[in-house]
């Protein structure tokens, strides 16, 4: 998508700047998981997702809302994980991503309820600087 697009997408669509913010950071995180050669990679199996961040992330609170949506609340940031089909994990700013693309499910989730609050703050000086 080229700059004038972008930017047209942008203004009728406020909630793309938080969208777009909050994609990068995310990306981020994949990259580090992706390129670090260190991290333990962890496939979830399509039945043990809930069960796998339950026994990992202790202070996690899941509110199953039915048999294929779940909601995962830990301390800065909420995730919906969908558990049926193409399993998807979304967060701030509506990102999804495909759960068995992600190296490794728990740590990329406490990394970035780690970052939120920083990420919060750098999102809202943004906009403050911006005048959006």
């Not at 670090?36 to 962890?42: M, T, Y």
């Not at 496939?43 to 609170?61: L, Q, R």
């Not at 740590?107 to 780690?114: A, L, N, T």
Request: glycine fraction near 2%.
């Amino acid at each position: 998508m080229d700059i004038k697009e972008l930017i047209k997408n942008i203004v009728s669509r406020p909630s793309g700047i938080q969208a777009a913010f909050y994609l990068e950071k995310i990306k981020s995180i994949l990259s580090w998981q992706i390129h670090d050669k260190n991290l333990k990679r962890l496939k979830v199996n399509d039945n043990d997702v809930i069960h796998t961040i339950k026994s990992h992330i202790n202070e996690a609170i899941i509110i199953d809302f039915n048999y294929c949506v779940c909601l995962i609340k830990l301390k800065n940031v909420d995730f919906i994980i969908s558990k049926s089909g193409r399993r998807n994990i979304k967060t701030k700013g509506q990102i999804e991503y495909y759960i068995d693309n992600i190296p490794n499910l728990v740590e990329y989730m406490k990394e970035i309820d780690r970052q939120m609050p920083e990420w919060e703050k750098e999102f809202a000086n943004l906009m403050a600087l911006h005048e959006i």
